[in-house]
């Protein structure tokens, strides 16, 4: 398994890299993916109000033989999100983790199909002392329809900073409404 490293951002710097983005903006959404503890399954326990606890990581497969992953990561005090584009050949399950499909999902159905528009993320710095990183990447694809991925879980109905977990945002008032300490950007501000 491959070591995962937040995705550091500089200030200077408020767009992701250009093979990022020309690998994801304009490409299809064709299934979804995520990444769960081996042997768990993605069920209803996991799903709120607009908002899936997924664990580990997700992967949307795009229309041009390309998957791009967002999981959580951690290197020393850094929290944040690893982001990375793969050919499709690349995701497979690896003993420790799982990857289940979950493009059949109602809340999945208004995403496939369509091309996305646009990419972008919010950022913090989890500790002193060290750099900012992605901690939520907002989609807008065609027709208007938006989701955010982010780091965190649903605790008491609520959405909560956790570094080692991930959330899938479909609500915008939830998105809207989730900051994270250290951050001056919600996850649907991305």
Known sequence: ?????????????????????????????????????????????????????????????????????IDWAMSGFAEGLALGVHTKSCIEPDGLIDVVDVGELPEWQSCLGRAIQEISFSSFASNEGVPRTVWAVKFRLENAVEFAIALGEIVDGRPHYLPDSIMVIMDESVGRSYRITGSDQTAWSA
């Open 1 to 69: 398994m491959t070591k995962k490293i937040p995705f550091t951002v500089d200030e200077r710097h408020r767009s992701l890299p250009t093979e990022i983005v020309d690998a994801v903006v304009g490409r299809r959404i064709e299934t979804i993916l995520y990444r769960m503890p081996s042997g768990v399954q993605w069920s209803e326990e996991y799903r709120h109000r607009g908002v899936h606890d997924v664990d580990m990581g997700v992967v949307i497969s795009l229309s041009n033989q390309v998957e791009f992953e």
